[in-house]
């Protein structure tokens, strides 16, 4: 069993910079280091959109074309914390934000490859 859990969602101003946190729990002894990981944007009555994916090494990651220059997903590992790290916030980019951890397509980004959720923080940019 793995659990994430994620947090650092905020209300800020546009073009203000944001960094979302995500941390997992596991019945099997594996770490973060183990899984490929990812973030995920989730508008209401909406599918999840993949924003930013990492391999299980972190030295390979995928960007959604919307937040390419922008965001920077990065894992730190003596941590064990993964970080979604986003600069020049724009109102377009609010929306719920969920971890995912085991992404089997990190390449694309895909939901669809996602074997755990967490349950998602808020991230909110006023004008």
């Known amino acids: 069993l793995v659990q994430v859990k994620e947090s650092g969602g905020a209300l800020v101003q546009a073009g203000e910079s944001l960094r979302l946190s995500c941390t997992i729990s596991t019945t099997n002894g594996l770490t973060l280091a183990d899984y490929a990981m990812g973030w995920f944007r989730q508008a209401p009555g909406k599918g999840r959109e993949g924003v930013a994916c990492i391999n299980w090494t972190g030295q390979r990651t995928y960007y959604a074309d919307s937040v390419k220059g922008r965001f920077t997903i990065s894992k730190n590992l003596a941590e064990d914390t993964l970080y979604l790290t986003m600069d020049n916030l724009s109102p377009e980019d609010a929306d719920t934000y969920v971890c995912?951890?085991?992404?089997?397509?990190?390449?694309?980004?895909?939901?669809?490859?996602?074997?755990?959720w967490g349950q998602g923080t808020q991230v909110a940019v006023s004008s």
């Open positions: 995912a951890a085991d992404v089997g397509r990190w390449d694309d980004c895909l939901a669809s490859g996602v074997k755990y």
